[in-house]
């Protein structure tokens, strides 16, 4: 039900409650002029939307395609113009809005779009104005919706020009219930091309007719919320007495909008409010500056941030200080997987030596000097390579005390807040011996299981979250990273032991302000967020597995096989070297980059390289190669690496690219292999196969027998023939049907449960072919190329028909390798029989599997009735021909001239 807009008897009602006011409405009102009453009301209005809202400063912006992209890797890309889509969508994408929140949006954005329709709007526009609308309600006014409770009504601040979509936006939350002000300092102009007869919102003239009109005047030239901050400021100031602003106002001020060229020291500002007495001299770095201090000690809440902003009145820029007790890779021997086997207790006496050796020969009063000992340290370390991973071991001294390694704490060491942990973390590049590499692992893992080591094991990819774990996680709005982190940090809570909670925070801490100081000033809040959410997700699903029964002395491992694909994973893998979990990151093919990137990681690198993807961590699963083995498979890399030659199912992805040909060239493509049509090649995996989807119509001359005799040639083994039109109907028994809303569903494609099924046919396929056989199906339905996809229920018969190939096809496609010939598929329609919604999904299934689709209708009659955009090729034969009976195709010779046997002994 939407919101009534009212009007209000005095400024004052902006602020009453849902309850105390006349009717169940919102207040939208603009300002085109100001008084210093109506100055007062902004800015009384302007806090309460920062609390209980939102501020719009010039535009909302559009979505970026970040958002987009996240934004369709969870929702997918459908629309539907309908109330149920609209709210089932909302309930995935903002799963903590309650039903008759939901609901109100629900309404307002169908009442939106139908405004939208209604004028003219074609489809593909309707769906763009909803994804936009989406992106924004997450991105920007999640933390509104999440307010409108009812009771309190959310608030709207937008100051600025506002246009067309915008304004959209801002209807759709008035009318869910938001109370909105605009400031316009231009007055009316812009706002009169959305809203032309005025009838959305009311402009404030006063409460006391032409009295108050007398007193108000224009906008300043140059307002804006900045401004209106400095000279609400300075009025405090003024009337208070007093010679410096509010410290609390001007740390807002800062964090929220930057300086006009002056620096603000909010650590200053919070020390004399506290009573801290401040440091003279005291320099702020970043953390970019302080790479090899890899162990930090707790600061104080004052210390978390620095803020300075740049010479102009540019943004601030930002960087952090964290804390974090790790002690990565110091005491290490550079033997790769037996540093990874050694107990804390070798572990603590290769560190005190270190630690005992540097009170001997030097004392290190500053972080410059300390470099040099780390290069005599790192020389005595089996010459370890990366002096950066060899922390400031005085630094230690200094922060936690001389009595670190005392008799007291030598058990356990760490479980005291200001001890620390020793870890591993350290990324094997190609292997040291192909024939026993992967034995070696698996005596590896079977050691770490003996040590009663929680080990988690990870293979090529670390799974996406999924829309559930994304869900679990609480988030609001942010103005900086700062209250970002210290937003999202409360997700973090290990119950079972709150030291391990603590830890967790301080490396999820390191890791976000680490990568917000990697991106710079110009990094999106948004992008960060989508960044920050993933690692929790990360955090949640595999925090348990860790850290289980979790002891100091027994410290968890992580074993990646593979390398880091993207930024989230390299982002996780910098956030467990930073807790006590030893971190193993294993690259057997070099070929294959690493994303991941840090200062305190320990590569070690071979030459030679394996082409493994599945760590071996069952005796049942484990394959040792031969020496005769590898070399063929080196062999394989020499010879296998151009566009003509490949090993035989080389390749397990490929994409359909349909040729343009004349009609005589389908002779000589029908029998040539892929790899020698014109656009064959292979791209980063993939294979990109020419094949043919054409229509020919007409019979060339009416010459019928010759006709025949051409379609008798394309018959070849690998040939499927349809000659009896419709082949599939909707009332044809497919145990698929009953099972389709199941395998599709919230526009994804259940895998797991489709392949579970009773129903599935196709589990005797190799595995790779069946899920190519899914990426198809999905993709199908996707680019909606049959009509009444996601209209009218025709996903599920795509679902139902793709799952439902007939044995002869599944045959084929077991045999189908991307490089050599493909299958096909021959359609022929003689008659006056139009082609099902059925045969058009099998026509175009078959296609993106990459069969060759040739029609055969000597009638010219249509066969694109279900198509909704031009997918075949048509080629005109020569003059339609009806009635044409299907003969005996065995009958059929393959050639006009008859031999002297075909005429000795043909029949009469």
């Known amino acids: 039900m939407s919101f009534k807009h009212m009007k209000i008897q005095s400024l004052d009602d902006f602020f009453v409650p849902l309850s105390g006011r006349s009717e169940k409405g919102i207040y939208f009102y603009r300002f085109n002029k100001t008084s210093d009453k109506i100055d007062e009301f902004i800015y009384k209005y302007y806090n309460a939307a920062r609390k209980s809202g939102v501020v719009i400063d010039g535009k909302i912006g559009n979505p970026t395609e970040s958002n987009l992209s996240y934004y369709q890797e969870i929702m997918g890309m459908d629309f539907q113009m309908s109330m149920g889509f609209i709210s ?41 104005a909803y994804i936009k609308f989406m992106c924004w309600l997450y991105y920007k006014f999640e933390g509104v919706v999440e307010q409108m409770n009812g009771e309190n009504i959310p608030k709207i601040f937008f100051v600025g020009d506002i246009v067309g979509y915008e304004f959209m936006l801002i209807n759709i939350l008035a009318d869910a219930g938001c109370d909105v002000v605009f400031v316009q300092l231009h007055g009316d102009v812009s706002y009169l091309k ?41 009025k405090a100031q003024r009337e208070n007495g007093q010679g410096t602003v509010s410290s609390q106002a001007e740390i807002q001020r800062v964090k929220s909008h930057g300086t006009g060229g002056s620096q603000v020291d909010v650590q200053n500002i919070q020390r004399q409010e506290s009573g801290i007495p401040q440091a003279e001299g005291k320099s702020t770095k970043s953390l970019q500056n302080k790479k090899s201090l890899n162990i930090k000690v707790q600061s104080t809440e004052a210390d978390n941030i620095n803020i300075m902003a740049d010479r102009g009145g540019s943004q601030p820029k930002m960087s952090y200080k964290v804390s974090t007790r790790n002690c990565t890779n110091v005491w290490i021997e550079g033997n790769g997987l037996d540093d990874f086997l050694q107990p804390a207790g070798v572990r603590k006496d290769r560190f005190r030596k270190l630690y005992e050796n540097e009170r001997r020969t030097e004392k290190v009063n500053n972080v410059d000097n300390a470099q040099n000992l780390h290069i005599r340290n790192a020389e005595k370390v089996n010459n370890v390579e990366n002096v950066q991973n060899l922390h400031n071991i005085r630094n230690i001294e200094n922060n936690l005390g001389n009595g670190m390694f005392s008799a007291d704490n030598a058990q356990g060491y760490g479980a005291d807040k200001d001890k620390i942990f020793l870890n591993c973390y350290v990324r094997i590049n190609g292997v040291w011996d192909k024939l026993t590499y992967e034995n070696e692992l698996y005596q590896f893992y079977l050691s770490l299981k003996a040590m009663k080591r929680n080990v988690v094991v990870i293979s090529e990819l670390i799974p ?15 103005r900086d990273v700062f209250q970002l982190v210290k937003g999202l940090e409360l997700n973090i809570n290990f119950t079972e032991n709150p030291i391990v909670s603590e830890f967790l925070i301080n490396s999820f801490e390191e ?14 809040i948004n992008k960060m967020l989508n960044k920050a959410v993933y690692l929790l997700c990360f955090i949640n699903r595999y925090q348990t597995q860790f850290f289980k029964n979790f002891s100091y002395d027994n410290i968890p491992c992580f074993i990646y096989m593979g390398g880091c694909n993207d930024e989230n994973e390299a982002m996780f893998m910098h956030f467990l070297a930073r807790t006590p979990i030893d971190v193993l990151i294993l690259c057997p093919n070099r070929a294959e980059r690493c994303r991941l990137e840090d200062n305190i990681l320990y590569d070690i690198n071979y030459e030679e390289q394996l082409a493994i993807d599945k760590f071996p961590i069952q005796n049942s699963g484990l394959h040792i190669g031969t020496a005769a083995y590898h070399a063929e498979r080196e062999l394989d890399t020499l010879m296998y690496n151009d566009d003509t030659i490949f090993r035989d199912k080389q390749y397990d992805k490929a994409r359909t690219v349909s040729l343009q040909t004349m009609d005589r060239e389908i002779k000589i493509l029908w029998e040539t292999e892929i790899k020698y049509r014109p656009g064959f090649s292979t791209v980063d995996g993939f294979v990109n196969i020419p ?52 395998f599709f569903k919230n526009g994804r494609l259940h895998r797991d449960k489709i392949k579970k099924s009773r129903a599935y046919r196709y589990g005797f396929l190799r595995d790779e072919m069946q899920d190519y056989i899914l990426d198809k ?12 996809t996601f209209e009218n229920g025709t996903e599920y018969t795509i679902v139902s028909v793709a799952l439902n190939l007939p044995k002869e096809v599944t045959r084929l496609l077991q045999a189908f390798d991307f490089t050599k010939k493909n299958p096909k598929l021959l359609y022929i329609n003689t008659s006056d029989e139009l082609i099902s919604l059925e045969d058009t999904i099998y026509l175009t299934f078959l296609h993106l599997l990459g069969f060759d689709v040739a029609l055969f209708v000597p009638t010219g009659y249509n066969m694109e009735k279900y198509f909704n955009l031009k997918l075949m090729e048509e080629h005109q034969l020569g003059d339609y021909i009806y009635d044409i009976q299907i003969p005996d195709w065995e009958s059929i010779p393959l050639s006009l001239h008859t031999s002297w046997r075909d005429r000795l002994f043909r029949h009469g």
Do not use: C
């Open 194 to 234: 959305v809203d032309e007869n005025l009838e959305r919102s009311f402009e404030y003239v006063g409460e006391n007719g032409a009295a108050e009109q007398n007193m108000v005047r224009e906008f300043a030239a140059d307002f804006s919320i900045k401004s209106m901050l400095e000279n609400h400021d300075f």
């Open 464 to 478: 996406k979250p999924d829309v559930d774990e994304i869900a679990k996680i609480r988030r609001g709005n942010y």
């Open 88 to 128: 089932d969508s909302l309930k995935k994408w903002l799963p903590r809005m309650r039903a008759i929140q939901r609901e109100n949006i629900a309404g307002a954005i169908y009442d939106v779009l139908d405004g939208l329709r209604r004028s003219g709007k074609n489809e593909n526009m309707l769906k763009n």
């Open 511 to 524: 890791t976000v302000y680490g990568e917000a100081d990697r991106l710079g000033t110009g990094a999106n």
């Open 691 to 742: 094949v043919i989807f054409s229509k020919f119509s007409g019979v060339k001359d009416g010459n019928v027998r010759e006709y025949m005799i051409m379609l008798k040639k394309l018959m070849t083994p690998e040939t499927v023939v349809v000659d009896k039109v419709p082949n599939i109907l909707s009332t044809d028994a497919n145990p698929i049907k009953e099972y389709a809303t199941e």
């Open 777 to 788: 199906l999905e993709f199908l339905i996707a680019q909606k190329y049959i009509k009444g």
